[in-house]
């Protein structure tokens, strides 16, 4: 096994670390309702994701790192602390922020599932890999209507 592919698998699980904290969180404390029961439903398909990329990586002998998982958690929780020009109560700001992080967030997890397509390996299961990217291209097209729809938050005071 290359440490390249290693490498490259355990930076996208720590990714997804960060990201499933981050769905979680959106989930629970964005300020419209509606986005939080999407993302919700978007957060359990995520963690489906992370058990799929766990699933690859154990077929190809590759453990994730923890000391990349780690830090990619505890830097998602410091991006909590971001005031976004508010101190006592959440900003609306962050409700626009934090959607685009999860957009480009899938938007890498998307790259990745189609990058590992073109890998010349029979231990990746390709039509896993091909319904995985499809998934996260909807994901992502869900999350930016999502965000779109957060565009007259810029305007709030």
């Known amino acids: 096994m290359s440490s390249v592919i290693s490498t490259y698998l355990q930076d996208h699980h720590a990714g997804s ?26 957060a359990a398909e995520v963690e489906a994701d992370q058990t799929a990329l766990e699933e690859m990586m154990a077929a190809l002998g ?13 830097a998602e929780k410091v991006a909590r602390l971001k005031p976004n020009e508010r101190f006592n109560r959440r900003s609306p700001l962050s409700d626009v922020e ?26 990746l ?7 995985l990217h499809a998934r996260a291209l909807e994901q992502e097209r869900t999350l930016e209507q999502l965000r779109l729809g957060q565009a007259g938050k810029l305007t709030q005071s």
């Open 17 to 42: 670390a960060a990201g499933v904290d981050a769905f979680r969180r959106v989930a629970e404390f964005h300020g419209d309702e509606r986005v939080r029961e999407e993302v919700g439903r978007l």
């Open 62 to 74: 590759v453990k994730p790192a923890p000391l990349k998982d780690l830090p990619a958690r505890a």
């Open 98 to 123: 934090e959607l685009e992080a999860l957009v480009a967030a899938v938007h890498a997890k998307g790259l990745g599932w189609r990058l590992l397509l073109e890998v010349p390996d029979d231990r």
């Open 125 to 131: 299961d390709s039509d896993m890999l091909r319904d």
